[in-house]
């Protein structure tokens, strides 16, 4: 999920201001993560429901799920 934030300030706004509105856009952003997540481990656990995984082969299935989180992570650093 993306989402544009566009951002007007004055001119003589000062460096708190610009402070609160960087603030203010990462806790946006990390609610946009947190449902993110959220609704993935959602789909996961109907995904182990449907197919009656063991909870060997759910665990397999949540492994794989932290590889890719993980590489995506790697991917934006």
Known sequence: MSRV??????RNAGKNTLDE???EA???????RALAVSI????LA????????SGTEAA???RR???R???ESQELH
């Open 5 to 10: 934030v566009y951002f007007s300030t004055p």
């Open 21 to 23: 509105l960087f603030k």
């Open 26 to 32: 990462k806790k946006e952003e990390r609610k946009d």
């Open 40 to 43: 993935r481990l959602e789909a």
């Open 46 to 53: 109907i995904h182990i429901t449907k197919e009656g995984m």
């Open 60 to 62: 397999e299935l949540l």
């Open 65 to 67: 799920e932290a590889i």
């Open 69 to 71: 989180f993980e590489n």
